[in-house]
């Protein structure tokens, strides 16, 4: 990639830094990021990485993470470049590929081919990127790697497709109607959710923007569903049965690209965990928020695939489960201090 800025009207520009990013490593890494990256950019991760602040620490991460994984590329199933309110994102889904020779962040290397998925949302000012929010499914890598530190996951665990369609990477202009409309359609869902009565699921008339054989892909430890039947069995019964009051927390993000659409906050739900079931575990009585980001592929009105990327990891530590900790004591590291 050449000097040139990333101006949101040129996709392929946006697209090209972040693949070239992703596959650089030494000098030409740090070069990537000083070219694409404002001096003071800030970068909010999936737990352990969290919140950063300026050009050196983002080099930081991505040399620990060249480490590990030494001949990565970048496989983006979903690339939106668009306006969120007066801001410009560009938001992305996929998966980083690449042989794992080498721990990362309590991870053990599983010295093959290995996937860390990812949902990405960048904010463009003046030709460079000014604030990235990256949830990198470390929990999956943990599958990956044989260990699993937390109870089963109720829906299927496996790797998230592609769009149905194979239309998911967007360098084209897109119709402002449509995307609108999108958006729109997503917004609405979000507010029927907030109608649930404590006592039937009913209550959120969720039929009324989803397409029958919906695909929703959730997060290692909670996993996909298909069909309202299984979504609700396997993800939104246990989730409000453990957070009755949960809330929305506010967004960093609500962009409609064509018949996508993508939301997230840092953090983008709160809730009081009041009830038992979720991710295996009892009630804890203590609040918790969740960084969340989704993906939405709309079809003929209707929501038809979701992807639904969150820190799960980040979100157990406040309900007093150290995920990394249990990797470490699995791996013959227990911690001993009480």
């Keep these: 990639m050449r000097e040139s800025s990333l101006h949101p009207g040129n996709k392929a520009s946006i697209h090209e830094a972040l693949r070239a990013l992703a596959a650089a490593e030494g000098k030409a890494l740090d070069e990537t990021v000083e070219r694409i990256y404002h001096p003071d950019a800030r970068w909010y991760g999936s737990h352990p990485i969290n919140e950063l602040k300026g050009t050196d620490a983002i080099k930081d991460v991505w040399h620990n993470v060249r480490r590990s994984f030494p001949d990565m590329e970048r496989r983006d199933s979903i690339f939106l470049v668009g306006e969120s309110g007066t801001k410009h994102y560009a938001a ?76 998911g990477v967007r360098l084209g202009e897109e119709d402002s109607e449509h995307s609108a409309s999108s958006i729109a359609l997503v917004l609405a869902m979000h507010q029927g959710l907030f109608r649930f009565d404590r006592r039937d699921l009913d209550s959120m008339q969720q039929h009324k923007y989803w397409t029958r054989n919906f695909l929703w892909y959730g997060p290692a430890g909670i996993g996909t569903a298909r069909g309202m039947d299984g979504y609700r069995a396997h993800h939104q019964a246990p989730f409000l049965r453990a957070f009755p009051d949960r809330s929305g927390a506010g967004h960093f993000i609500d962009m409609g690209c064509g018949s996508y659409a993508v939301t997230g906050g840092w953090p983008s739900v709160q809730a009081t965990h009041a009830g038992p079931g979720w991710l295996g575990l009892a009630a804890t009585g203590k609040r918790v928020t969740m960084r969340v980001m989704d993906f939405y592929r709309i079809e003929n009105g209707l929501i038809a695939e979701n992807w639904v990327p969150i820190d799960i990891i980040e979100a157990l530590l406040q309900l007093g489960t150290d995920v990394l900790e249990r990797v470490a004591h699995l791996r013959g590291r227990p911690n001993v201090r009480v």
């Design 92 to 167: 992305t889904i996929g998966i980083y590929q690449s042989n794992f020779v080498a721990d990362w962040l309590g991870v053990p290397a599983t010295h093959g081919v290995a996937h860390l998925r990812y949902g990405e949302a960048h904010e463009l000012v003046d030709g460079k990127i000014i604030q990235t929010y990256a949830l990198w499914d470390l929990l999956d890598l943990l599958r990956q790697a044989g260990i699993w530190p937390i109870a089963p996951s109720l829906g299927a665990e496996v790797a998230w497709p592609a769009p149905a369609t194979a239309d």
